[in-house]
């Protein structure tokens, strides 16, 4: 089997970050119910297997940036990477009013198995990414759908995550919020601490300067939106860790 859980880009920058795109890709493993969940095509492009157009977005902040950028390899609904290890959503039967049929059935060995396949390497790698660069900050970039079923359409083009570490988080939404274009959304389209998740996991635990950028994925679809966003999200990131930086001096 000639399947690898992820893949990273530019490993030999050295700028002052590092990017990670936990969920940038909608694909099946070929050992997961032989490559496919039975959802139908439109499903699997959908906000539910994956954060559309956040990968084309974090490889051209990648460049950028002159950051090394990790993205996943495997679909969300196949086992969430952006998830801790006890988390209940770690593997979805039902997203957004979706039943995901070949997960009904998914027992603690079967999600064992795609946690020693897919999860565990992918975050095995980031660590490895990181512990060459103790002092970068890491960056993970996500999307998020316009509307959930039944639920008010949501406003913000852009939100900042964060847990208690407010370093970065802070200085880079004081300067999205300087564009009048744009509306910003602190811990939202959701809240930005999960225990055991990504930023928890890898930077949190061991005092790493972090952000969450969530995109509305109705902006991104495009490789032109993406790099659009790219250019415009990348000095701001730039200025926010140079502020943050100083602040600590």
Not at 67 to 94: H, Y
């Amino acid at each position: 089997m000639n399947y690898k859980p992820f893949e990273i880009v530019g490993a030999e920058r050295s700028g002052p970050w590092v990017i990670a795109c936990d969920h940038a890709s909608n694909l099946i493993p070929p050992f997961v119910n032989n490559g496919s969940l039975d959802l139908p095509a439109g499903d699997m492009g959908r906000h539910i297997a994956y954060d559309v157009g956040a990968k084309g977005v974090s490889l051209a902040l990648g460049a950028l940036l002159d950051a090394p950028v990790i993205c996943s390899n495997f679909s969300r609904l196949v086992i969430d990477p952006n998830r801790g290890e006890n988390d209940p959503t770690l593997l979805m039967k039902l997203y957004d009013g979706t039943i995901i049929p070949a997960n009904r059935h998914a027992d603690a060995k079967e999600k064992e198995r795609r946690l020693d396949a897919c999860y565990r390497p992918y975050h095995y790698a980031l660590a490895d990414l990181l512990e060459t660069r103790p002092e970068a900050a890491l960056l993970t970039i996500h999307s998020f759908t316009p509307q959930l079923a039944g639920r008010p359409k949501r406003p913000w083009h852009v939100g900042i995550l964060h847990a208690d570490d407010r370093r970065l988080c802070d200085p880079l939404l004081e300067l999205l919020q300087q564009d009048q274009s744009l509306c910003v959304g602190r811990n939202e389209p959701y809240g930005g601490h999960l225990p055991g998740d990504t930023i928890d996991r890898h930077a949190i635990s061991q005092g790493r300067h972090n952000t969450l950028v969530e995109i509305r994925n109705d902006l991104i679809h495009t490789v032109e939106q993406q790099a659009n966003w790219a250019e415009r999200l990348a000095p701001m990131l730039q200025n926010a860790l140079r502020i943050t930086l100083a602040n600590e001096v």
